[in-house]
């Protein structure tokens, strides 16, 4: 092709360029044949997407970009650096390996991509701004990455505390300099110290999760009192202290601080720092723990690398979607719509593929099903951290694309805070059916299906024989731990109740390494007993003619699905609302049977008022009519998802063909159980244990996420990039399991 014949558009200054990797794959311009940026569309694409490119949108010129690195020796020479800043690539921070980079660009023409180069004898004085303004942009996941995380905590910015109007008591106490002790009585805590900002008083700080730490008094004098700000004895100096907000569950910055402190006759100028602040303990933390050989009990963890074995690089608090997406890949029915059929979905991609949902998706599972990127040869592609820990590999996927378009106009989860994971999936769980209409017929499945199910809500009146029935769909169960023999929760809940109590503590890896009051231990057996025992609601009673009555509430499965997730709630909330993270342990069994939690359905001989078949709400039925929708599926849809319009929304969109043909059928009661089929799987309720994600920290905000899944008969745990054979998986401190229907040939 003459280089006048080549059509391109040149990008205008606010335009992303897609060049960091492959719109389709994780290839990058460091891989065989770099990428080609399409100058017409401006997004990239590998050597092995070129072609798919081209087929569907007949664009045919590219920009192609090839890069080289060549690792530089560190000096030696001088003592080692120390890490100051929980931060990546600054002074004072984890700093990236440093490299020579060479980058090769040239002009390139499908089918042939004979490369042309850059000159203006070559290609013309239009062609060659346009491409130096592609070199020149700055890409489009570094603009869209440096926006998420405007505002967010580097290890030094902190936010102003709302307390700077704090009350101090009149006639305070004055503060010495040294000799501090906790004033609990029969508390011994001379470090760990915290100095009440309102009433003078001092006390030991919070229990960590591994015992170490203080006995919470500081804590528990803000419940008593709602003094809210304290400061760490020890860290104060000139620059300022340690100073954490309970009501705001944060360090803070206190702008106030010197003159709260003068309050007390401590002179800020005249204190030096003797204790390590909250940020040097974490990074103690980090660099013992996150940056280190992963070990259990002993056992040196091997690294695993194949297909299936990609990990997942850490963007910043990313760990919480990392091991959902892990866990995910697991399933079937999700690597049938997403991975066997990624082609059909690239190909059938209508606007750009960084903006739409199921191409991020099918690229995102096939990055980690296809093996392309888990090879001993491939560690440290992105960020890599070897010279802080040996013998350890890391290398995997970085889905910026991924996370940047999922999050998109969610203020919390697009930022770099950290997230609770049980929250995340039910936001994923609806991208992902909110997106199935985009997937072609041929192809398409109701993914969700096969870990949907239904739960029933059984109603009954104390008084009377009055008796409801309510179905729920639900995507995860959600069970209580029932700690009513446990002791003072402040105090890491030592277990009363020796029935609760760990009465085995090798079973548990690490507890005797665990300081402190010994960690109660619930089976999962009991958390689904709780989860059924009926519940105590007060309510109207008409038919009784009485204004209050009791009602029992009980929730019981109406069917139960190929795959079950499980959120064992261990985040809870003090009596203060604050939240907090209870410190047990779940005895989890490898089989796991709900049979007899299955529901019974409508018992004889008693009287049913508002049932399913009375509870269609007229007004629902009326928006959906006015939407187009048959009236006879409108019902249908109401019953089948509990009068909930944006679910009966959902329903008729995923069952519309079948809508069509039914649009003059009554809803018989065999009509009604067809689509219970279509939206539910449902069969016998005896469960294999195939993973697990754990949380490890005090908060749900706060800590890191790491998953456990059983693969081809053995244990691998994903933490992040790095991805390892598990020789004790420690499944009594999930958070979110995930269980398999046993099948019975």
Not at 489 to 502: F, H, Q, W
Request: proline content about 5%; some cysteine; hydrophobic content about 35%.
């Amino acid at each position: 092709m003459n280089p006048d014949d080549i059509k391109f558009v040149v990008p205008s200054p606010s335009q992303g360029i897609f060049k960091d990797e492959c719109a389709f794959c994780y290839d990058s311009p460091e891989d065989k044949g770099g990428l080609f940026i399409c100058l017409l569309c401006h997004v990239g694409f590998c050597q092995r997407h070129l072609q798919d490119h081209v087929t569907v949108k007949k664009h045919f010129a590219f920009l192609n970009y090839v890069r080289e690195r060549k690792e530089l020796v560190p000096e030696e020479d001088g003592p080692p650096r120390q890490i100051t800043k929980l931060a990546i690539g600054v002074e004072g921070g984890f700093m990236e390996k440093r490299y020579d980079v060479q980058e090769h660009w040239t002009v390139a023409v499908y089918p042939e991509l004979t490369p042309l180069h850059l000159s203006e004898s070559t290609l013309g004085p239009g062609l060659l701004y346009c491409c130096k303004k592609l070199m020149e942009a700055e890409s489009a996941y570094r603009v869209l990455e440096v926006q998420s995380l405007a505002g967010t905590w580097d290890g030094t910015m902190l936010k102003d505390t709302i307390h700077t109007d704090l009350y101090q008591v009149p006639n305070p106490p004055m503060i010495p300099p040294s000799g501090w002790r906790c004033q609990k009585p029969g508390c011994d805590k001379t470090d760990n110290l915290w100095l009440n900002l309102s009433d003078g008083t001092i006390f030991c700080g919070r229990r960590y999760f591994d015992g170490t730490g203080g006995n919470n008094h500081s804590v528990d004098h803000f419940c008593n009192t709602a003094y809210p700000l304290a400061v760490k004895l020890g860290t104060i100096s000139a620059r300022g202290g340690d100073v954490f907000s309970y009501d705001e569950d944060d360090l803070v910055n206190d702008p106030l601080l010197e003159k709260h402190l003068m309050h007390f006759g401590i002179d800020v100028k005249a204190m030096q720092k003797t204790e390590k602040s909250m940020i040097e303990l974490e990074l103690d933390y980090n660099q013992k723990w996150e940056y280190r050989e992963i070990q259990e009990e002993g056992h040196k963890l091997v690294p695993l690398f194949g297909p299936g074995l990609t990990g997942m690089v850490n963007m910043g608090n990313s760990c919480y979607l990392n091991s959902v997406m892990q866990a995910l890949a697991l399933i079937p029915s999700v690597r049938t719509v997403y991975v066997d059929n990624a082609r059909k979905i690239f190909n059938s991609c209508e606007y750009l593929p960084t903006e739409d949902f199921n191409v991020q998706m099918a690229k995102l599972l096939c990055g980690l099903q296809s093996g392309n990127y888990s090879r001993e040869d491939h560690f440290g592609k992105f960020l890599s951290f070897r010279h802080l820990y040996k013998d350890c590999l890391d290398g995997g996927i970085r889905p910026a694309s991924f996370r940047l378009l999922i999050n998109r106009g969610n203020a919390e989860f697009a930022s770099n805070r950290q997230q609770d994971v049980e929250e995340f999936m039910r936001f994923l769980f609806e991208k992902i059916e909110n997106n199935q209409c985009g997937l072609h017929r041929s192809f398409s499945l109701d993914v969700v299906r096969s870990w949907r199910f239904c739960l029933e809500e059984r109603l009954s009146r104390i008084d009377c024989e009055d008796v409801k029935y309510n179905q729920r769909p639900e995507v995860i169960l959600s069970l209580p731990v029932p700690l009513e023999g446990a002791g003072n929760m402040a105090n890491g809940i030592e277990a009363e109740d020796k029935s609760l109590a760990v009465d085995d503590e090798a079973e548990i890896p690490h507890l005797n390494e665990v300081k402190g009051p010994r960690r109660p231990r619930v089976s999962l057996f009991r958390c689904l007993q709780a989860f059924n025992e009926p519940e105590m609601l007060e309510s109207s009673n008409n038919s009784c003619n009485d204004k209050r009555s009791i009602m029992l509430k009980q929730l019981s499965f109406n069917t139960f699905p190929d795959w079950l997730w499980i959120q064992v709630r261990k985040f809870s909330f003090a009596e203060n609302w604050r939240p907090i993270k209870l410190d047990v342990s779940i005895k989890i069994p490898e089989i796991l049977d709900l049979s007899s939690f299955r529901a019974c359905g409508p018992h004889s001989g008693k009287l049913f008022i508002e049932s399913n078949e009375s509870t269609v709400d007229p007004t629902l039925v009326s928006q959906l009519t006015d939407m187009g929708f048959p009236v006879e599926c409108v019902r249908t849809a109401l019953l089948e998802t509990a009068n909930n319009l944006e679910s009966a929304v959902q329903w008729l969109l995923s069952n519309n063909e079948q809508n069509e043909n039914a649009a003059e059928l009554p809803a018989t009661q065999q009509s009604v159980d067809n689509n219970r089929k279509e939206i539910f799987s449902d069969g016998s309720g005896v469960y294999q244990l195939r993973g697990f994600i754990s949380h490890i920290g005090p908060s749900a905000h706060s800590g890191h996420y790491v998953c456990h899944l059983l693969k081809d008969g053995r244990w691998v745990m994903f933490n992040d990039e790095k991805v390892f054979q598990s020789e004790k998986p420690p499944n009594e401190f999930g958070y979110i399991y995930l269980y398999e229907r046993l099948r019975r040939d």
